[in-house]
């Protein structure tokens, strides 16, 4: 046993089987092994608890466990803050298929031997929710002396804690994002991955996937049709980066990606925001980062506010495709007849076609190939007839130079459709900040106009505003990287300096107001005014209590409760969920 656990080559009997090893350089802090696919992560965490459970079995053996370790505990954490309205997860690398429920390979049974095995009430609440919110059945194994004990636990802690609600978190170890909103039928999730994209991953730095109305809106195509190292479509189509929401530069796949960096993550009043980048996945861009918004309208409808900047390279494809088996349409554009040969890659390449020193790829995939100017605002709409819901992606005019209308094909698997609608909205320029709004609705759509705001004078920095009028209302949401100093819009009724800002007025007046890393958000005599920025240093640490110190004391510590706080250094951050804040007397 003491072989298991010692550092070393498991493959060479004279070192060790490097159990403790795997958990330093392996694991990752929020509890994933060194695979994307969220499906494949499960088998790790499966292992280590059939050689735990083996451990058990010699109580005598003291000196190894992997019961006191944090990064054990949080392997069954993981899967559980990966769901997305209690019936999905998003479908990262090798995981699923196209539009498929699933949660990323846990049960609730798995949640109960957490609960028994580390006691921790949080387990609990999470067995209960991945068992339709209720203790009723739930038990032990069948080798436990009590296992119908686990019942009454459970029901006694959720009569004291409440249930587990799920809310909008960062796996900054990991890479996802995830911003959450509503209840019940009405809940809604959008997942922004920025994680590794190798092992059993696909090249999809970026990528982001939509639930609501009880669908996957915007489905990863999940596993490949054959999981081998000749299978052509594999690589060139199903993980490449082509084929995913996110953006291809000069038609290339991405690079390897092990990590990006989040520059926020935040739950607001109306609205969520994240905030991510890369530096890895194209070699030749300076800037390739994404902002999402998920904006409450009503218990039932919302929009997602969609800025992708890249900077670098020439051609930039900003990728999206909705609904499965939806009838597809658009506004705005006016296509040009479908390409009589060939695909997107050319009109001489016929599909799936493969040779030896194709530096692009991917585009081969991509037929029925039709385009259209952009200058102007359009919209690509998925309309689910049989269940009366639809998702429609508007871009205001200038975003891009061309829209690229194309037929992708899913993997060969059950339940997937023969053939999805593909847009592209493309720029050549070497500098793209791409704008649009995506919005879920049921029967009709809440969005009634979409357009840009421009500043009332030139500013230093790079910004993206956008008014949304929806539900009765108008909302402003703003963007801005680099820069200092306050923009004015609206002959000066609106003022904003900040990374991120959200505004939402109706007839009776500002109702909303967010802002993110700012000092200054103004709607006429509406105001939010920060004196100086949220940022301090990190003065102690108690990794048993899972504490930080600060160096300066903060004017309502209480607000950052629930929050999301990114901790960094000049070579990594980091991102954490505070579940408690107070000021010390020293």
Known sequence: LDWVFKDGDARRPDQGGNMSGIFKTKVDDDGMGNEASPAYNSLWRNLFRSISDILALYPKYTRNSFINNPKYKKMFQAPVRLGCIGKFSPHIGDTGSTGSPGLASVSAADLVYAFQTFGDAEFAQMAALLNGGSAKGLRGGIFDTEPESVEPRIEAILKERGPCVLKTDNMPSYGCAILRSGAGENARALSLYYGRNIG????????????????????????????????????????????????????????????????????????????????????????????????????????????????????????????????????????????????????????????????????????????????????????????????????????????????????????????????????????????????????KPSVRRVMTLEPDFAFPGELAAVRVDAGGRTDYLFSRIAGAGSVLFEDGKVEFAGEFGFISEDNSGVTSMTL?????????????????????????????????????????PTALIGQVVVISNPRHSASFTVKSAETQDN
């Open 200 to 443: 059993h991953g696909h090249r999809d730095t970026l990528n982001v996937e939509l639930f609501g109305h009880g669908l996957n809106l915007m489905p990863d195509l999940g596993y490949p049709e054959y999981a081998t190292a000749d299978c052509a479509s594999r690589f060139e189509w199903t993980s490449h980066t082509i084929s995913h929401n996110t953006v291809t530069v000069d038609q290339r796949r991405q690079q390897t990606n092990l990590i990006g960096k989040s520059n926020f993550v935040v739950e607001g009043s109306e609205v969520s925001a994240a905030e991510v980048l890369s530096d890895e996945a194209y070699p030749q861009t300076s800037l390739y980062q994404r902002t999402v918004a998920m904006v409450d309208v009503s218990d039932e409808d919302f929009y997602v506010v969609d800025i992708f900047r890249v900077k670098g390279g020439k051609t930039h494809d900003y990728i999206f495709h909705g609904l499965p088996f939806a009838e597809f349409r658009t506004s705005g554009l006016a296509l040009s007849d479908a390409q009589a040969n060939g695909t997107l890659m050319g009109e001489d390449i016929e599909f799936g076609k493969t040779f030896d020193g194709m530096k692009t790829g991917g585009y081969q995939y991509l037929t029925n190939v039709r385009r259209a100017d952009a200058a102007r605002p359009w919209s690509a709409d998925w309309l689910l007839k049989c269940k009366k819901i639809g998702l429609r992606m508007t871009m205001p005019g200038g975003s891009a130079r061309e829209v690229i209308i194309a037929d992708g094909v899913p993997e060969a698997a059950p339940g997937n459709p023969d053939r999805m609608e593909y847009v592209l909205a493309r720029n050549d320029t070497g500098a793209s900040t791409f704008v649009s709004v995506i919005e879920p609705y049921k029967e």
């Open 516 to 556: 993110v890393n700012g000092s200054v958000l103004r709607k006429g005599d509406h105001i939010i005014h920060v004196d100086a920025p949220s940022r301090a240093k990190i003065a102690a640490v108690d990794y048993r209590a899972n504490t930080i110190t600060l160096d300066r004391a903060l004017p309502t």
